[in-house]
Each structure stands twice: as C-alpha cells, then as structure tokens.
C-alpha cells in the first residue's frame, strides 16, 4: 500500500532537504525515492527548490555545446533505443566518417552560433584505429578555431585516450545509458561492466568526463535513482540527460512518450543527487517537453545541447537564445568579433 504524505509533510521535506543539500549534505536513496514520488502541485515546488539548487551551486551561466554525426549508422551493437543499431530498420544516413572538412565545417558553424564545446560522435562500439588518427587530427583543428573539443568514440582504452588528449582533447562521453540491474533488457552485444572500463580509463587519463542515460525506456525510479547515484559515485563533471524519442523501425518504437512533467522531475532529482555537476539537457529535449522546453532551468538545468541531434532533429540556435536570454541567465557565448567566415 502507497503512503500518500500531506501536502503541509511534503513541502516541509522539501525544504528541509533543499537547506541541506545547499550546505553540502548528499542525499540517500531513500530520500532520492521520496522525492521521485512527489506529484501535483508539490512537483511545482520541486522544481523551484531545484532551481535554488542550481542557482548556488551553477550560478547564472548555462553551458552551451553541440556535436556532429561524424559516421552514422552500421553498428554492430543492439542497443534497443538507437535508430544506428544494426537491430533497427529506422530510416536514417548511413556513412562512414565525414571528411576533415565537413568536420571542421559543421564546428564553425556551431561556433558562430554560440556553442563553446563541440563533440566528434560516432556510431559503433569503437572508433577504429584509422578513423582515429584522422580524428585527431580533427581535435587540433577544432581546439585551434576557439572551440573546447569533446568526443564520443565508444569503447576506447587509455592509450587511445591519452593519445587524443595530447591532440587537445578536453572530455569524453561515454552514457552509462540505465542502471546496471535494467541495462542488460536494453542491450547484449557489450555489458554494464564494458561500459565502467571505459569510463575508468576516461577518468585515469585525466579527461574531463560526461556521462548519463536515457529515460524512457521502461526503467523504472529506482533504475534512475540507481543511475544518478552510481554517476555520483564516478565522480562525473557533466551529466547528459536524454529522453528517449520512440522512433518507427527501432525496438522501443513503440514505447509511450515520458509526460513533460515526469521527465522534469527527472531534471529536479537529478539536481538534488547531482548538486554540483552540470545537468546537461541533450537528445529529445523538444520532443518529450514541448511548450514545458521552457521550464527547463526551473527544474535544475545549467546546460544545453543546441542544435541537433545524432539522427533527429532538435531545436535552432535563435530560439533557445531567445529562452536563456528571458530567463536572466548568461550563456557562454562567443563575442561577435570572434565569429568565423566560411566561403
């Protein structure tokens, strides 16, 4: 039988556990899991206690970055969420890594719109050894027009890091994707521990590091819960908050939509277990929120993924200026006289 608590019980704990977590205390599961359960008008109040979360940890400044589809599609692996798995039948580009130049192309263009990180994604369960050597290449090039560069290359070891960090490399992606108990209904070609090997050589070669999930694939709170908590543990700097688009040819194609509150509870929890580290808003931010994109930074947000995704579209640079802009916060943006010309 659920425990439904007052109303009065409700916005006390709330508060209560807000004043603590601005002096440094981290919650438990327990309290993680009581939070998860909050709904109606409390969640508003969530949200707003999230915001002060953010507020005196984040300050004003929201991180901007954004990424190239680098090689797409012909992945070996299975994962049931991704339109690029050899398991989904999803229309989508399939090709191998772009040039140098269009690399290069697309990160002026994400500089001149306002993004101050740009990541290098490709498909697959690794990089192969002579997309590598052009990639870091590429790294230089990009560090070099004024952009910090990032990567998501899958499962690469510490020499293959350590390697791309010499190029000017300055962090890596790498999702935990769910919890550990779910991961293995989302995927079978490589294993939760895979996943943790890389993420140990990320951090031991001295990479900054991002990493997070997906949520709407049938996890359930505690999975999610489980998730922040063991990202808590690996100590990352940036969590990727994405929320999965049901897309037609994929196994979870099927899947119901999360609701636009659920996934802002998701942000607000997440600000709660994660009070210091940037909550990064990334795939499916417009799709699964909606008119409610706007009361992203009310939920915990700090940072953004602009422009578009991996194989779906997501939002234009104008208008989540213009939301930032509105909300009296401050993103790093370049100046207008740093801004590059391409022929």
């Known amino acids: ?195 943790l090997r890389t993420i140990k050589a990320v951090k031991s070669s001295g990479l900054s590091l991002c990493s997070g999930g997906i949520f709407g694939l049938g996890e359930t709170w505690q999975d999610r819960i489980d998730m922040a908590f063991q990202l808590r543990e690996l100590d990352v700097d940036s969590v990727s908050i994405n929320f999965l688009i049901p897309i037609k040819g994929t196994p979870l194609g099927n899947n119901e939509p999360l609701h636009p509150f659920e996934a802002l509870k998701i942000i607000s929890l997440y600000r709660y277990i994660l009070p210091q580290k940037e909550i990064r808003i990334c795939g499916g931010r417009m799709q699964i929120l909606g008119e409610f994109n706007s009361m992203v930074f009310l939920a915990g947000t700090d940072s953004l993924l602009i422009g578009n995704y991996l194989t779906t579209s997501g939002r234009n640079y104008e208008d989540d200026f213009r939301l930032i802009k509105t909300y009296g916060l401050n993103p790093y943006q370049q100046k207008p006289s740093s801004l590059i010309l391409r022929n």
């Open 1 to 195: 039988m659920t425990t439904i608590l007052p109303s009065v019980k409700i916005s006390t704990m709330i508060r209560t556990l807000e004043e603590k977590v601005l002096i440094g205390y981290h919650i438990s599961k327990e309290e993680a899991l009581t939070i998860a359960k909050i709904s109606g008008a409390e969640l508003f109040e969530l949200l707003a206690s999230a915001n002060k979360i953010r507020e005196h940890f984040k300050g004003n400044t929201v991180g901007l970055c954004s990424i190239v589809n680098a090689k797409s599609g012909g992945c070996s692996e299975d994962c049931s969420f991704c339109a690029q798995s050899f398991k989904s039948n999803a229309k989508i580009e399939v090709y191998p890594l772009l040039s140098k130049e269009k690399i290069i192309r697309k990160a002026i263009d994400a500089k001149n719109s306002g993004a101050v990180r740009f990541s290098i994604v490709t498909s697959g369960k690794r990089i192969p050894e002579i997309d590598l050597i052009k990639i870091q290449e590429i790294i230089a090039d990009i560090k070099d027009i004024g952009l910090i560069p990032c990567a998501s290359l899958g499962m690469l070891g510490k020499s293959e890091l350590l390697m791309l960090k010499k190029a000017g490399l300055d962090r890596y992606h790498h999702n935990l994707e769910t919890s550990e108990p779910f991961f293995s209904q989302i995927c079978s070609t490589h294993t939760f521990a895979d996943k």
